[in-house]
Nanobody, 123 residues
Framework: QVQLVESGGGLVQAGGSLRLSCAASGRTFSSYAMGWFRQAPGKEREFVAA????????YYADSVKGRFTISRDNAKNTVYLQMNSLKPEDTAVYYC????????????????WGQGTQVTVSS
């Protein structure tokens, strides 16, 4: 069992930066692939980024590639999402998720989810 708690969301102007954190409970965090997803009002949840258990491979949605960076610190049981050059269309609730047997963009393949953190980008 893994419990996930996101933090770091907030209100930022376009062009600004935020860093989201996702703290995980459980001794097996290092064996899980982690993903970030987001959901804007009236839209489906969409993939943002994923990172393998070792941190050696990452994967990004085209919409955030070059602006967002996912990373993890297994010693701290934490995964991060550094978001730069934010745009109003990045406004959404951001969720982290964990999977013990999948690394990719399909939200249905992730086993555990956090409660989400709101990111609002003003123009």
């Amino acid at each position: 069992q893994v419990q996930l708690v996101e933090s770091g969301g907030g209100l930022v102007q376009a062009g600004g930066s935020l860093r989201l954190s996702c703290a995980a409970s459980g001794r097996t965090f290092s064996s899980y692939a982690m993903g970030w997803f987001r959901q804007a009002p009236g839209k489906e949840r969409e993939f943002v980024a994923a990172i393998r258990w070792s941190g050696t491979r990452t994967y990004y949605a085209d919409s955030v590639k070059g602006r967002f960076t996912i990373s993890r610190d297994n010693a701290k049981n934490t995964v991060y999402l550094q978001m730069n050059s934010l745009k109003p269309e990045d406004t959404a609730v951001y969720y982290c998720a964990a999977s013990n047997n999948y690394y990719g963009s399909n939200p249905a393949s992730y086993n555990y989810w956090g409660q989400g953190t709101q990111v609002t980008v003003s123009s």
